[in-house]
């Protein structure tokens, strides 16, 4: 056997230049390109052979060559495949040079197994999400061993960073068919015969997880009933290895292709029924990922079929399955994408039980608005208790963790009876009713859904700023008059001197945390709703109302009883979770900084209004011209914006996030908002005077 030649980089390099203009052949660029062909071409060991490979590919998708080439704005592919156009150059001028490539490239086949490649690439794996994510997670930490005869870890490591994907997002139909002539020629069949096999195993492996996953308990209990021969999963199996084994043979026929095709919309219906039964049922972020797995498979499956069905002179499919291969196989190691992809629908779901809860948070007419300010009256009366039971514990002297324990409980309990009572509590609106944007985004389309949202945008603004300022004036009425009967009955203020004194220093927004703090509490009053979302899924999935009501109880209690109390439960269940974890994360969050040793506090406007009428009612604090009133007010404003405005423009981005609002239906929005806001500024803090309803708000 003749040994094929070996070429010096230099040689490499006078032939690169070779087919240049003379003005091209100084690019510094160059001798990389000529070290790349020497380093593979003289490749004796695999793994040499394939770090050579990759050396190459990351070359090729190195970006432009020539700065003063001139591209047309609407040619987004000539400069990344500048280098690749080089290449060829070089190959088609040198025949020996590219036989020698071509045999590199041979012995990389020989020597490698690709059934991976194709059939797993990109396909997440069987054991659920939370198996996946770790997966991800470790790679990132811990470096993973080569494996050097599976082509797929080496399409893994070829596309691990953005920028490599620049040659193949550029790459055209006629630019893949110029290389597929030289590097696989039609005279040396052996060249694609390993790549045929690879393909064909791919697809088996495809077939088996499609049949796995879609027969699978989870996804058969939202299935259409019936027999399991019967389900298009099971069905497409069959046609897909009959099709397979007619494209083997060099006999496929249109009547297969057409009942293959049949059986994968079949599929994709089955697929379709179990996403709307998820919506309406509960959502499970395995049962998403299990969907996720059955839509790449059957994508992957579609498109090696049309590699299959179509000629040597149509490189179209070959292609589109090489782009879908290396954008497969950026995104296998990004936990980002996983995560985005699995926990849209979830967030979804989240976002629309947690609109549906703080859909009475939004005056939608005069009745609905006076109705705001009274509940939001009665949320202040009832919150003056809560501050005076906050300050009681604190100043118990109970252990740390009893503490938090005692304040997460008293706020919790006193959220609960706002909730059975209808009444408001300002900082609970934004995280609430942010969300009914959702239903707007995901209801309308085009300048109607931009003009509705900054309607609805003023209506909540308005009954916010409503409830806030009915809530601050009763809660420091109401300490006052609270402070007043106490001295009456003890004879001193219900601060002591030491207690008032550190309100006020607490409250100043210039030398303490109350800036941090209130975004922080921002924070945790979106968490609360978020929380309170989910556990309403988890309920509606595993479909606890229905539990309750059949349950053996109802032999000693009475079945209309716990059908009643199922009732009480599917409505309130968003509510109590909201409340009770809102309540505990506000009463733990000081004792978790602590243990810890970090800065965390909370700053909540309606209770610390409330706690700093209790100080100034203090007879013993001389806080009269000090200024430390002034600032203590000044933290309250604060409160106010960061408490209100961190929840609602998160709870805002997850409603955005969820249903896909575009880049420029954003930017829109902005101006839409500043122009409503500069134009008609009262539309954001009191209602028309004939106030309509906020379309779409629910």
């Not at 059957?298 to 049309?306: C, S, T």
Request: charged share 20%; aromatic share 6%; proline share 4%.
């Amino acid at each position: 056997m003749q040994k094929e030649p070996i070429f010096l980089p230099e040689a490499l390099l006078d032939c690169i230049r070779a087919v240049l203009p003379a003005q091209r052949q100084g690019q510094r660029d160059l001798p990389r390109l000529a070290r790349r062909l020497h380093d593979l071409i003289a490749a004796d060991q695999l793994p040499d052979r394939l770090d050579a490979w990759r050396a190459l590919n990351t070359w090729l998708a190195g970006g432009a060559l020539w700065n003063d080439v001139y591209i047309d704005s609407a040619d987004v592919h000539g400069s990344a495949t500048q280098r690749f156009a080089v290449l060829m150059d070089v190959l088609a001028a040198h025949p020996d040079l590219a036989a020698a490539v071509r045999a590199a490239l041979r012995r990389m086949l020989d020597e490698t197994e690709g059934g991976n490649l194709f059939g797993e690439v990109g396909i997440p794996s069987d054991r659920g999400f939370l198996s996946e994510f770790g997966d991800r997670f470790t790679a990132k930490l811990i470096p993973s061993p080569r494996d050097d005869h599976d082509l797929g870890r080496l399409m893994g490591r070829s596309y691990e960073r953005r920028r490599d994907l620049t040659l193949i997002r550029g790459l055209q139909p006629s630019t893949l068919q110029r290389a597929v002539d030289l590097l696989f020629p039609a005279d040396e069949p052996e060249m694609t015969a390993a790549l045929g096999r690879a393909m064909a195993d791919g697809f088996r492996l495809l077939l088996a997880r499609l049949q796995g996953q879609g027969l699978s308990l989870k996804l058969r209990a939202r299935s259409q009933s019936g027999p399991v021969a019967r389900s298009p999963f099971r069905r497409l199996a069959a046609s897909g290895e009959n099709l397979l084994c007619a494209w083997e043979q060099g006999r496929l026929s249109g009547p297969l292709l057409d009942t293959w095709k049949t059986d994968v919309e079949s599929c994709r219906e089955e697929m379709h029924l179990i996403s709307t039964r998820l919506e309406s049922e509960g959502i499970s972020v395995d049962i998403v990922y299990g969907l996720d797995v059955l839509d790449r498979c059957l994508g992957r499956m579609e498109a090696i079929v049309a590699v299959m069905a179509a000629g040597r002179e149509s490189p179209g499919p070959v292609l589109a399955l090489l782009q879908q291969l290396a954008y497969a196989a950026h995104d296998s190691t990004s936990l980002r994408h996983l995560v985005r992809s699995n926990l849209q629908r979830l967030q979804r779901r989240i976002v629309d039980r947690a609109g549906k809860t703080g859909e009475h948070y939004i005056a939608e007419t005069p009745a609905d608005y006076r109705h705001i300010w009274v509940a939001a009256a009665g949320g202040g009366l009832l919150t003056v208790g809560t501050a005076a039971m906050k300050m009681a514990i604190a100043g118990a002297g109970l252990a740390l963790f009893l503490e938090g324990l005692g304040s997460g409980l008293n706020y919790a309990v006193s959220f609960l009876i706002l909730q059975a009572l209808g009444l408001i509590l300002a900082t609970k609106q934004p995280a609430m009713t942010a969300a009914a944007f959702a239903a707007i985004i995901r209801d309308r389309k085009g300048n109607e859904r931009l003009d509705v949202i900054v309607d609805s945008a003023a209506a909540i603004c308005h009954s916010q700023l409503a409830a806030t300022i009915a809530n601050v004036v009763v809660v420091a009425t109401g300490a006052y008059a609270f402070d007043a009967v106490w001295q009456w009955i003890t004879g001193h203020s219900y601060l002591s001197t030491a207690e008032a004194t550190y309100v006020f220093h607490a409250l100043s927004p210039v030398d303490s945390g109350t800036v941090f703090y209130a975004a922080l509490t921002g924070c945790i009053l979106y968490l609360a709703a978020l929380v309170g979302g989910w556990v309403d899924n988890w309920a509606v999935y595993h479909r606890l109302p229905q539990a309750i009501a059949e349950h053996r109880l109802g032999l000693r209690f009475g079945q209309l009883r716990m059908i009643r109390l199922a009732g009480i439960v599917s409505r309130n269940m968003s509510g109590w979770a909201t409340n009770i974890s809102l309540g505990l994360m506000l009463g733990m969050t000081p004792v978790l900084g602590k243990f810890f040793g970090l800065p965390l506090d909370v700053r909540h406007v309606t209770l610390n209004s409330g706690i700093l009428s209790l100080a100034t009612s203090s007879l013993e604090v001389e806080w009269i011209g000090t200024g430390l009133l002034t600032l203590a007010v000044l933290g309250v404003a604060v409160m106010f914006v960061l408490n209100l405005g961190v929840s609602f423009v998160l709870s805002l981005l997850t409603a955005v996030r969820a249903y896909d609002l575009s880049g420029d239906d954003l930017k829109e929005l902005r101006r839409r908002l500043w122009q409503r806001l500069r134009t008609r500024p009262r539309d954001f803090l009191m209602p028309p005077r004939r106030l309509a309803p906020a379309p779409g708000a629910r």
